[in-house]
């Protein structure tokens, strides 16, 4: 109890005299990465290993990536037709203690689901566990790739478990740090808006974690932000061109559902090429890339043929709790039925702040969700910038209809992925739906200039964070029993 309050008591303070010794010096991006990477060793000092959500998953797959950077073999014991494998995973004899879930407060408490993993036997060093990864050839680049060379890092140098694991989550929430930090740098608008957004819970708390989520988070938010630079900034170079044609490579293997992010480069102007044939080119390109890599990522993991020729259709998660599966056929058979599921789904919970979406699955209580959240919308609506921000209806629609049609199809996968047929509403997690924010807050992104300094709403939203996570961790470990 002592120990975690001390910490957090400690480091809240550092921020404070950090902020009021730098803020009139250091640019907004610097205290962002300062204030990213001190909340978020907080969180990684509080969650104990793979307790936050996936976590267990993510990590081993970074940790097949290890073996296989190192030479060594993980036995394959089976593979489904939707592109993931069981291995036989090898691991440190000392890295037993891993998955053994040491807590100091009961996790099940926090909404976090607890993972299982079963010893098979006992070979030399090494000790081979049955546990649910990636198959090695389908790890999009480079979401494990990095966990992978920081676990190995960390197996050369021999560290205990404790510290492989928290070396792993530290270089996670460093990396998301640099390009939140580039994210706030680049973009010449709406700042303290995407700086609210990728300081919340959410985000810190999975860029502090062995989770993909990690460049999976500030990876799309980049996108997001990047295109509106160029839209701001009225003109487009080369440079620009190659690094949308790279995003473009690299989001749809992390999650397809992101194809239609596409959508944004209809916000560039063709007055930005110098020709409509020009424009036009670009926008088939970068429409054909995103597709094609899409397309043969999906094709090469997935055995299509047998998952269509299934007359049970294919489940690619089952829980124990879930009901009677949805299949693929079922869809195909009963179209008009799912499409009402959806459309009930995005009238509940499509259009509005789900707290999960915030704060994970976690019990942050309602006082630090409402201060995040009103902070978001303060930030949307109010220009803190200097210069009026043009923000036309057909932008808005723009980014309205990439968050509907990416909602969509993520809630379309949702059906034979993990579906129930007791559904009422689509279940669809914070995680998968944290990375509309930026959509929603420029689309509502206002020009009202506040009667405030821009220095005083910079410090104004610094603390509010401040006090919404320390109020939110205190609260989550009350109810948890550690305090």
Not at 102 to 127: A, C, E, T, W
Not at 323 to 337: M, T, V
Not at 448 to 474: E, V
């Amino acid at each position: 109890m002592h120990f975690f309050l001390k910490a957090i008591i400690v480091i809240t303070i550092m921020q404070i005299l950090i902020f009021l010794f730098l803020h009139k010096k250091a640019k907004l991006e610097y205290l962002f990465v300062i204030q990213a990477i001190m909340i978020g060793y907080v969180y990684n000092l509080i969650f104990p290993a793979f307790t936050i959500s996936d976590e267990m998953t993510h990590f081993m797959s970074g940790y097949h990536i290890s073996n296989m950077i190192m030479g060594i073999q993980d036995e394959r014991i089976n593979e489904r037709s939707d592109g993931f494998a069981i291995y036989n995973l090898h691991i440190r004899d000392i890295d037993e203690e891993l998955f053994q879930f040491p807590s100091s407060f009961d996790v099940n408490r926090l909404g976090i689901k607890n993972y299982q993993r079963h010893k098979i036997f006992q070979k030399s060093d090494l000790m081979l566990i049955h546990a649910e990864a990636v198959g090695t050839d389908y790890q999009p680049f480079p979401m494990y790739v990095l966990m992978g060379i920081s676990i190995t890092i960390s197996r050369i140098l021999n560290l205990s478990p404790f510290m492989l694991v928290w070396l792993t989550r530290m270089v996670n929430l460093v990396i998301y740090s640099l390009i939140g930090m580039l994210i706030i740098k680049i973009i010449p608008f709406g700042k303290l808006m995407l700086y609210t957004i990728l300081a919340m819970p959410m985000g810190l708390i999975n860029a502090a974690s062995a989770s993909y989520h990690t460049l999976l988070f500030s990876i799309t938010i980049f996108f997001v932000a990047y295109i509106l630079r160029i839209k701001e900034v009225g003109k487009i170079s080369r440079r620009d061109i190659t690094v949308i044609l790279i995003m473009l490579l690299i989001i749809p293997p992390i999650k397809g559902c992101f194809l239609f992010y596409i959508l944004l480069l209809t916000l560039l102007p063709k007055e930005l090429f110098s020709s409509v044939q020009k424009w036009k080119a670009f926008l088939c390109i970068s429409i054909i890339t995103g597709i094609c890599t899409w397309f043969f990522y999906n094709a090469y993991i997935v055995d299509i043929e047998k998952l269509l020729s299934n007359s049970h259709g294919s489940r690619i998660i089952t829980y124990m709790d879930a009901g009677e599966g949805i299949y693929l056929i079922d869809i195909l058979q009963n179209p008009l039925h799912y499409l009402k599921l959806l459309i009930r789904t995005i009238v509940l919970r499509g259009f509005y702040m789900d707290r999960s979406m915030i704060q994970m699955q976690t019990d942050f209580g309602s006082f630090a969700y409402l201060l995040i959240i009103g902070l978001f919308f303060y930030n949307s609506f109010f220009n803190e910038d200097s210069y009026y921000f043009q923000n036309a209806i057909k932008d808005k629609a723009i980014l309205l209809a990439t968050y509907f049609f990416t909602y969509a199809l993520m809630s379309f996968i949702a059906f034979f992925q993990w579906g129930s047929r007791q559904w009422q509403i689509i279940e669809l997690k914070g995680s998968y739906t944290y990375q509309f924010l930026p959509l929603i807050g420029f689309a509502i992104k206002g020009n009202i200039h506040p009667d405030i300094m821009r220095r005083n709403q910079i410090a104004l939203t610094y603390f509010i964070l401040i006090t919404a996570h320390f109020a939110g961790i205190l609260n989550l470990l009350f109810v948890a029993g550690a305090v």
